[in-house]
T-cell receptor, first 119, second 117 residues
């Protein structure tokens, strides 16, 4: 099945540090990847849609200068949390959608998530 | 934007009891997907329903898509401790929405299931 690898799984760092999270589709090409944020016992909140070779589309209320997204290839998207502060602490999950199948009906495959803790 | 309401938020059952979670939308859905997230884990795709009135089964799990394609349910028969986790429904907007909204998956709030042995 489709595998999405997300790295690192956990980050603990000081306030003001920038943190980069990588999301890779291992056995399929993903023209579109999604970045979600999840607070404890809450649902997944879509932050942005990352499209290969073009600018990411951010959801309302998500600061694009704060959460930099780069989707340079069909298998890699990165999310950089710039100058992170304690309020940025959260569980960040990426997902990727395969390019095969009926558009709109493809399932999304999720990475293992990155637990970010800013001290 | 697209909203999917999911209930209940929590469900505690004794092992062997049945469990059902429901999703409702005010708009017609092109399809609906179900995911399971174990504690500390990531969402795992379970199934996708596309057709009006569709019913699919996976062992003890039964998934239904309403005739009007505005609601869906997941039913687990005779729960086991391995069923614990959060179950999410997720829906895409239908064709014609245009732009990236067509490709976005909107998640329900999730139902946290605990099973007491």
């Amino acid at each position: 099945g489709a595998v999405v690898s997300q790295h690192p799984s956990r980050v603990i760092c000081k306030s003001g540090t920038s943190v980069k999270i990588e999301c890779r589709s291992l056995d399929f090409q993903a023209t579109t990847m999604f970045w979600y944020r999840q607070f404890p016992k809450q649902s997944l909140m879509l932050m942005a849609t990352s499209n290969e070779g073009s600018k990411a589309t951010y959801e309302q209320g998500v600061e694009k200068d704060k959460f930099l997204i780069n989707h340079a290839s069909l298998t890699l998207s990165t999310l950089t949390v710039t100058s992170a502060h304690p309020e940025d602490s959260s569980f960040y999950i990426c997902s990727a959608r395969t390019t095969t199948g009926v558009i709109g009906n493809q399932p999304q495959h999720f990475g293992d998530g990155t637990r970010l803790s800013i001290l | 934007g697209q909203q999917v309401m999911q209930i209940p938020q929590y469900q505690h059952v004794q092992e062997g009891e049945d469990f059902t979670t429901y999703c409702n939308s005010s708009t017609t859905l092109s399809n609906i997907q179900w995911y399971k997230q174990r504690p500390g884990g990531h969402p795992v795709f379970l199934i996708q329903l596309v057709k009006s009135g569709e019913v699919k089964k996976q062992k003890r799990l039964t998934f239904q898509f309403g005739e009007a394609k505005k609601n869906s349910s997941l039913h687990i028969t005779a729960t086991q401790t391995t069923d614990v986790g959060t179950y999410f429904c997720a829906a895409r907007t239908g064709p014609g929405a245009g732009g990236t909204s067509y490709g976005k998956l909107t998640f329900g709030q999730g139902t946290i299931l605990t099973v007491h042995p």
